[in-house]
Structures are given as structure tokens and as C-alpha cells.
T-cell receptor, first 116, second 113 residues
């Protein structure tokens, strides 16, 4: 049973550089979520996809951030012109939503981003 | 805007004791309340979840108590073990729409042997 996979696990970069993270959800899951978690805080919602469609973006997601989910499979999250405040753990979660009820979200182990 | 408030921030319990973590929410449209466990360097892992049509749900040593009128819910860990030492997050979401999770601030639980 493969869970949600995220790559890389750690990324260190200089301020102003662009970074891209990848998330591979559980294979049959149609929903994919991105969250951000800063030290000592709970995760905060960034955006989500239903299959390949990006349906909602948080106000936390500035225009330096872009996410894609081509063909409704893996997803990428890109941050352009990174800033110190972007340092955080970026978490991906997936779920299978087929009806009305809320479905459990399964999280990956995240990508920890450090901006020098 | 703090939609889910969690307390305490940290908790120390002796092995074999009961650990209790509390959460309060504001948005009455929330209808799904999961608890997640997170170890250092790992992502959150779902422990147990409840919907507001029941007042209690038990799975093994973990129990959620839910009080809809008070807009509060709590996690009880019975017979706490050193392996339970982790950070616990409560969360809430709405079935309608994104089903995005709104998390509490977390509770760092330490179980002393």
C-alpha cells in the first residue's frame, strides 16, 4: 500500500531562487491538497485539485506560487522568487471523494523548504 | 481568524495515565472533526474522526468526545504509552465544497515512562 509521496524531502535555496516540489498521491485518489506548516503551528490550506482542475486557492497563495496537476495524477507546486517567509514544511494530502460525505485526507511526509 | 482553538499547547502524562486534549470551533457549518498525530519529520497521520451526529467515538485506546451545543470536542488517550509521545492536531472541515481541513495549533504530548 503506497501512501502519498513527496519529493524532495528537504530543499535549501537562496532567496530569490525558484523551487519546485512534487507530490504523488495515492493512485486512485481524485482529490489532491497542498498545505503549508510553519514551526509549532498546524498545517494551513493552500490549494486543492479535483482530478486535474484546480478549484480553490487560499489567500496565502500569492501570485509567486503556482500549482499544477496534469492529467489528474501527480502535482507540482512552484514558488518563484523565494522569500525568507516561504521557509516552511509543504505538505501534500490526497483523498477519494465519491459522494457527499467527507473523506479522510492522507498526508505525505512533506518537503521542508529553507531559504538562506 | 482562529477558527479552531486547541489546548493545552503541551502536556506531560505518566505512562498508563489518560491524556486529554481539547478543541473548540467557531464555524457551525463544520461537520467533520478528525484528529491527526504527527511525529518529528513526518506528515500528520489520521488517528480518528467524528461527525456531529454522535457524541462519542472510540477506536482502541483513542476516544473522541463531541459536544455540539458547546462547539467543543476532545481526544482522550487511555493507558498512554511512551510511543504516544507526538504532536496532536485537531481539525475541522465542511462536507460541502473543498473539504479543506482547518487545524488547531497542536498539542505536544510527552508520556513519561
Amino acid at each position: 500500500d503506497t501512501g502519498v509521496s513527496q519529493d524532495p524531502r528537504h530543499k535549501i535555496t537562496k532567496r530569490g531562487q525558484n523551487v519546485t516540489f512534487r507530490c504523488d498521491p495515492i493512485s486512485e485518489h481524485n482529490r489532491l491538497y497542498w498545505y503549508r506548516q510553519t514551526l509549532g503551528q498546524g498545517p494551513e490550506f493552500l490549494t486543492y485539485f479535483q482530478n486535474e482542475a484546480q478549484l480553490e486557492k487560499s489567500r496565502l497563495l500569492s501570485d509567486r506560487f503556482s500549482a499544477e496537476r496534469p492529467k489528474g495524477s501527480f502535482s507540482t507546486l512552484e514558488i518563484q522568487r523565494t522569500e525568507q517567509g516561504d521557509s516552511a514544511m509543504y505538505l501534500c494530502a490526497s483523498s477519494l471523494v465519491t459522494g457527499v460525505w467527507n473523506q479522510p485526507q492522507h498526508f505525505g511526509d512533506g518537503t521542508r523548504l529553507s531559504i538562506l | 481568524q482562529q477558527q479552531v482553538k486547541q489546548s493545552p499547547q503541551s502536556l506531560i502524562v505518566q505512562k498508563g495515565g489518560i491524556s486529554i486534549i481539547n478543541c473548540a470551533y467557531e464555524n457551525t457549518a463544520f461537520d467533520y472533526f478528525p484528529w491527526y498525530q504527527q511525529f518529528p519529520g513526518k506528515g500528520p497521520a489520521l488517528l480518528i474522526a467524528i461527525r456531529p451526529d454522535v457524541s462519542e467515538k472510540k477506536e482502541g485506546r483513542f476516544t473522541i468526545s463531541f459536544n455540539k451545543s458547546a462547539k467543543q470536542f476532545s481526544l482522550h488517550i487511555m493507558d498512554s504509552q511512551p510511543g504516544d509521545s507526538a504532536t496532536y492536531f485537531c481539525a475541522a472541515s465542511m462536507t460541502e465544497g473543498a473539504q479543506k481541513l482547518v487545524f488547531g495549533q497542536g498539542t505536544r504530548l510527552t508520556i513519561n515512562p
